[in-house]
């Protein structure tokens, strides 16, 4: 499976939440907590990128701003990515991962010596 790697993170959905709806639409976080209907801590780790976002939140938003769940979903998926890219532990276990051929010719090798 290829990646491509990037240097620079994707933007947070958190991130567009603030710079692209909150701030102009000059709305709060509690004013948004009251539109998702969703405690205030909920949006304000969202916004703060103290949470990711779930999908339950992405519809949500897309409701509220009249955009596609897709939209809220890609941002998130695109930042999961780029940090499972970057975090050398996960690259690391990631090597060790068998891919299916592997196990095939593993399996065929040891039933031809059995």
Do not use: C, Y
């Amino acid at each position: 499976m290829a990646f491509t790697n990037s240097t620079r993170k994707p933007t947070t959905p958190g991130d567009i939440l603030l710079n692209e709806f909150l701030e102009p639409l000059h709305l709060k976080i509690a004013d948004l907590a009251e539109m998702l209907n969703v405690h205030r801590n909920s949006v304000s780790a969202l916004v703060n990128n103290n949470r990711k976002l779930t999908t339950d939140m992405a519809v949500r938003l897309a409701r509220a701003f009249d955009t596609t769940i897709e939209f809220w979903l890609n941002l998130q998926l695109n930042v999961d990515i780029w940090e499972i890219q970057h975090d050398e532990r996960m690259q690391a276990e990631h090597q060790q991962i068998i891919t299916a051929a592997e196990m095939l010719a593993k399996r065929k090798a040891q039933s031809s010596v059995a």
